[in-house]
């Protein structure tokens, strides 16, 4: 079935500076990617929507120079958490959308999630 | 308004009981509903979806009803075990088209609930 890669799963840095997480999809082409946060025992809240080779989307209230989304691929996606600071420590999830490999199918996969750690 | 994350509530069942678990939608254009389930540390896992010209489906002992009326989408879960023990969340969307054919627009989570399943 359709894969989403995510990693790293785990990360801790230090406040001020920048962080990477990649998101890969296996098997299929993601034409779409969404990035998402959550807080412990909350909901996931949506961040940003991005199309292969055009910039994200914003939802209201997400800071873009904050997170910085890179769609530049069908398989890979990444989030920037560029100047980090204690706030910004959370749980990131990637989802991916397109169509599988073999089947055409539409698939929407999620990632295993990626948790944040700002000291 | 969309759906916003609050604070979980909880259900406790025992092993072997069935579950029903709620979620109130918000938006009357959604015409595709999922339900996933979160286990700890890791991304949403797909359980069953429906779309909204469907008011039941079944799946391996779940079960998810829709009532458009109430905006009210529900999974039950028969002889719940252990190991179902997670957050379940339902999530709205509605489907978008693209230049390569249909495919699923961006999703808005509900709250989410807490399933502990009691040996």
């Known amino acids: 079935g359709a894969v989403v890669s995510q990693h790293p799963s785990r990360v801790i840095c230090k406040s001020g500076t920048s962080v990477k997480i990649e998101c890969r999809s296996l098997d299929f082409q993601a034409t779409t990617m969404f990035w998402y946060r959550q807080f412990p025992k909350k909901s996931l809240m949506l961040m940003a929507t991005?199309?292969?080779?055009?910039?994200?989307?914003?939802e209201q209230g997400v800071e873009k120079d904050k997170f910085l989304i890179n769609h530049a691929s069908l398989t890979l996606s990444t989030l920037t958490v560029t100047s980090a600071h204690p706030e910004d420590s959370s749980f990131y999830i990637c989802?991916?959308?397109?169509?599988?490999?073999?089947?055409?199918?539409?698939?929407?996969?999620f990632g295993a999630g990626s948790r944040l750690t700002v000291l | 308004g969309e759906s916003v994350g609050l604070h979980l509530p909880t259900l406790s069942v025992q092993e072997g009981d069935n579950s029903i678990i709620n979620c109130a939608y918000s938006n009357s254009a959604s015409d595709y509903f999922i339900w996933y389930k979160q286990e700890s540390g890791k991304g949403p896992q797909f359980i069953i979806d429906?779309?909204?010209?469907?008011d039941k489906r079944q799946g391996q002992r779940v079960t998810v009803l829709l009532n458009k009326t109430v905006k009210h989408l529900s999974l039950q879960i028969a002889a719940t075990q252990p190991g179902d023990s997670a957050v379940y969340f339902c999530a709205e969307s509605t489907r978008s088209h693209n230049a390569g054919g249909t495919s699923y627009g961006k999703l808005t989570f509900g709250q989410g609930t807490i399933l502990t399943v009691h040996p």
């Open positions: 991005s199309n292969e080779g055009s910039k994200a989307t914003y």
């Open positions: 429906i779309r909204s010209n469907m």
């Open positions: 989802s991916a959308s397109g169509r599988a490999r073999y089947s055409g199918a539409n698939v929407l996969t």
